[in-house]
């Protein structure tokens, strides 16, 4: 094993997360080449294959997948090093690395820039937009430091610190704006329009309906603003959360209600690895996001009132 370097390392499990050349050396900012040339020379340290090579894929050999489970641990606790002296530095600095959900990203992620931009000057914030299950794995990797996601995530491992709470509004076309609002067993009856699978926010909206359904059934879209525009043109109707109402709604014909009681809504919080050295700094990071969730730019436009 002598030879072997973090950066092998590091490039390593980038081509194995991936599972191609050229997005593995994007992700690492190298050169395909010289990312290739990485993998060859770390195989030819360890007399083996790590990987198989196809036209459009790369897998991982056995050994592989033996490897890579070692190699993040190793990475993990190298992070864990930096991030420890990191930790020891007042106010935080360096790189930041939080994934946020796509329910929530578009509309608090450039506020919450502006405020870290203020209170942690020299942090050079990493955002990643995906989706709740690949967040925590990436989180759980050591590939992000924390995410902020619909709690509860239920992972022992991890802190979770709420932030705020909000509503699910119903969007329908304009034309409907004078009709009842309807409750969960309405909405059952209408035109559903949902995200696709994967998504919490999805999930959450088919908790609140109670709605007994295969995919087959709904009408689809990978974004809310997909979703809005869908309402618009009469497809159907749909829920979004309320920080979303002020960008998705402005350029559709559609109206926006507040549910009838009791309301549907989420908490959103931020989580991060309890085994971290930067508990005490993401705990601040967490409330500058709070602050900045709550700033008027953040704050939903009106909506109509549920019937009484």
Known sequence: MIGVTIKHLRYFEALAHHGHFSRAAEACAISQPALSLQIKELEEILGAALFERGARQTRLTALGQEFVVRVRDILRGVDELEDLARGSCSPLAGR?????IPTVAPYLLPAVIRHLAVRFPAVDLRPREAVTQRLIEELM???LDAAIVALPVSQPS???QPLFDEEFVLVRPAGDADRPVPDAEGLRTMRLLLLDEGHCFREQALSYCKVPTTPGDLIQG???????QMVGAGIGVTLIPQMAVPVETRSAPVSVARLPAPRPSRTIGMVWRKSTPLSSQLAEVAETVRQAAAAPACQAAAVEPAAA
Not at 222 to 228: C, D, E, G, I, M
């Open 158 to 160: 991890l802190v979770e």
């Open 222 to 228: 990978s974004a809310l603003s997909t979703l809005v």
């Open 141 to 143: 990797e050591g590939r």
């Open 96 to 100: 930041l690395r939080i994934g946020v």
